[in-house]
């Protein structure tokens, strides 16, 4: 039976390398339509985990996982030879930034050079982890036919976004479409083949440079919006207006408008960060992508903003930063999930504690909240606790916080989200 068959009638055995936030509810979701789904990983713990059925991703239901590994139908290894045993290899691994803000691609790299001696003919690899056009064809394809292999004959590769929203109650892996581009048609026919088992719709593109771009595209568009929002929700201070309001008034246009909202800074492993991938690769192509530097401006600003206006409301209580106890309410990147990467809370608290104030954490999510290598005191939400600070950030709006209780006993909350929409007094300032 060939390859394209094989995806079809669910046999073929399939491997994603990374089991993280992409690729361990991508390997629930192959186990599920009937493949066998070997994880591969370089973190012993996270294997061990995938093996003892435990679930260490909020979007992929404990029991499930559990069922699936008891029924022996995923299982997890750091043993890359092993990927010579699956027809299909989905690489899913983090593209963050270096310091310099330049794309670190050595995650993706690793990979590839980890699974290259294992490549056997009649086999399809896939990329999912976010990049700059160019990445599939320029570094991967040359590690993985450095064996022999010759990609669009033996080897099929194609690029594949993950449009993954850690913590959507609707759109998750299975159900949100799946923009497929091989390095040749034939490729994308495999990729698409692969998908179509376990994704309900397949968006196929002419290239894997195509469908790089198209993941970029949607990042930038929020990242550019939320800057817009954020600069005109500072106009909309000086002016008196509230913005949140505005907002409300403006999305019932039934058409050309989409509502973003201004907050504390971004956060994620995506919106911050991807932008950049493109600004870094344009540069080769004597290109400047000004709007992606604008919002990341403007964007990176915001966590100073509100500080500027935590000292302005303590001001109003004739009290200063210095020496004030502050409690920072949410402190993941977003609402109802655990990941704390490029949360805005981060850079807020060291604002903060630079500027000498005490300050304190609530999150029933997040266990544990590290800046600058210390632990912030995490507090519970107890009415003589809100008592006893001088200000309550709230920097992410958690679905499960009393915010009843946070406005009847907290002296003043600076409110980042408008969860506190209709809490209006002396007590709550809203960015
Ligand atoms: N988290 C999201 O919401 C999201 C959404 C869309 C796209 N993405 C993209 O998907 C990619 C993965 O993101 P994530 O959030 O799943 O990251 P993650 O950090 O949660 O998971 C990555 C996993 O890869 C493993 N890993 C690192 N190097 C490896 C190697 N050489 N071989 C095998 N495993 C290795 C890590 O141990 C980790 O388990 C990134 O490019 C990201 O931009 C993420």
Redesign the pocket.
Known sequence: MGLLERFEDGSAPLGV????????PLAVEMAKAGHHVIG????DE?VAHVNAGESY?PDVPAAELAALVKAGTIEATTD?QRAREVDGLV?????PLNRMKEPDTS??E??AH?IAPYLHPDMLVTL????YPGTTEEIIQPILEAGGLKVGTDLFLAFS??????GNPVYQTRNTPKVVGGVTPRCTQHAVAMYSGFIDHIVPVTSTRAAEMT?LLENIFRCVNIALMNELLQVSERMGINIWEVVDAAKTKPFGFMPFYPGPGLG???IP??PFYLSWKAREYDFHTEFIELAGKVNENMPYYVVKRLMESLNTHHKSLAGSRVLLLGVAYKADID?M?ESPAIRIAELMLDRSAEVLYHDPWVPSFLVRGSEIPHVELTEEALAGVDAVVVVTDHSNVDYHAVVRAAPLILDTRNVLKGFDGSKVVRL
Request: aromatic share 10%.
């Open positions: 390398v990374g089991l993280g936030y992409v690729g361990l591969f990983d370089i973190s996270k991703i890359f690489v899913c691994v983090p593209t995650f993706m690793a990979a980890s999912e982890s976010t990049t976004p993950e449009r993954v929203d850690p993941k994620g492993h995506c960060i991807d990941d990467r």
